[in-house]
């Protein structure tokens, strides 16, 4: 049998690298497309890399008739809220235009299942938590507005050409491969738990907690974390649902539990044995003030599997691995 590829684009990143490992071990051929302007080379390890921008439709559709993928896995996206506010623009392209060109090049290709990374900003601050997936949808940024737009453009597809998709709605992904091959990593870093513990061992500098006012028990912000290679799983899942004819669905990728940033901190404190060098400052524009998810159908998805891996501590602890690794002291110094 030939073997069964599967396009990731934005497979260098975090997650996407991450699904990638997650398809080779089931069996199939991670073929990445990224342009490496955010993911890492060291990062493609189980399939061959395309280089190329999902802004360039000449180059994807070029890639989509070499490979001719059984799926199209889109991780290729900017995906920071402080900055999509700042530079609506930019997000806007790269979000919306970007993945049209993804949908449209699948859909010339004839691939049997889309999996479309979404995220849980697309609700904005909800009225009801935990969000279940048929809540308001409100974003208060430009990323989750792209995020969302998109969903719009793969239904409307969907219904006029029959396009099987899913569109996973991440909480915060976070956490690292157990074996630490992979972890998050990137130059410009925002996200809370890397920022942690590269706090903690001085790689960079101490860490703000942003905004100390919300109405959460200790004032801080909270966010429902789940373990990067849950979603990943959740990915190769998802994918063959639509290959075995589930018709097109979104879902919340969360684990129903939600911790503040002091929880955190306390958990790094815990799990590494030493303190947090921070200071804490206002609330950071765009963020809203709890985010859980109602994971009933994450749930179901996954089977069993979720909760385990995603438990805080497991997640901070797969982190602090991957930090203390061979690969992460030498990407981390160029
Ligand atoms: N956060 C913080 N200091 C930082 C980075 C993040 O207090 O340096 C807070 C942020 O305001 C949010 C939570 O940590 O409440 C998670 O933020 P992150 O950027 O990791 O993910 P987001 O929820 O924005 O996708």
């Known amino acids: ?49 395309e280089r190329g921008s999902i802004l360039d439709a000449d180059r994807l559709r070029q890639v989509m008739e070499a490979h001719a993928p059984v799926a199209v896995m889109n991780f290729a996206a900017l995906t920071l809220v402080g900055e999509s ?5 930019r997000y806007y392209r790269a979000n919306v235009m970007g993945a049209l060109n993804v949908i449209e090049a699948a859909r010339a290709a004839g691939v049997g299942a889309f999996v479309f990374s979404s995220t849980c900003a697309i609700y904005g601050q909800p009225e009801v938590v935990p969000i279940s997936e048929s809540a308001p949808k409100a974003p208060l940024n430009a990323y989750g507005s792209s995020k969302l737009m998109v969903e719009t453009i793969l239904s ?22 157990p074996d630490a091959e992979i972890g998050e990593f990137r130059e410009v870093e925002t996200h809370l738990i890397p920022l942690v513990l590269d706090a903690i061992t001085g790689r960079r500098k101490p860490i703000t907690v942003f905004g100390t006012d919300y ?11 789940i373990h990067v290679g849950d979603l990943a799983a959740a990915h190769v899942t998802a994918m063959e649902r639509l290959l075995g004819g589930t018709p097109s669905f979104a879902v919340n ?7 503040s940033v002091r929880e955190v901190l306390d958990m790094a404190e815990q799990v590494t044995g030493r303190a947090v060098p921070h200071s804490t400052g206002p609330r950071r524009a765009g963020d809203a003030e709890a985010l859980v998810a109602d994971a009933a159908a994450a749930r179901a998805l996954l089977g069993g599997n979720l909760t385990p891996r995603s438990d805080l501590r497991t997640i901070v602890e797969t982190a602090w691995a991957w930090q203390g690794s061979e690969t992460y002291g030498r990407i981390f110094r160029g």
Request: hydrophobic share 40%; net charge negative; no cysteine.
């Open 1 to 49: 049998m030939a073997e069964r590829k599967v396009l990731v684009t934005g497979g260098a990143g975090y997650v996407g690298s991450h699904a990638a490992k997650a398809l080779a071990a089931a069996g199939y051929l991670p073929v990445v497309y990224d342009d490496l302007s955010v993911g890492n080379e060291w990062a493609v390890r189980w399939g061959p890399l």
């Open 85 to 89: 506010v700042r530079e609506p623009g």
């Open 156 to 177: 409307d597809i969907d219904a006029a050409h029959g396009f099987p998709h899913a569109a996973l709605r991440y909480f915060n992904a976070a956490g690292a491969d």
């Open 215 to 225: 109405p959460s028990p200790d004032g801080t912000a909270v966010r429902d974390y």
């Open 253 to 259: 990728l969360g684990t129903g539990q939600g911790y």
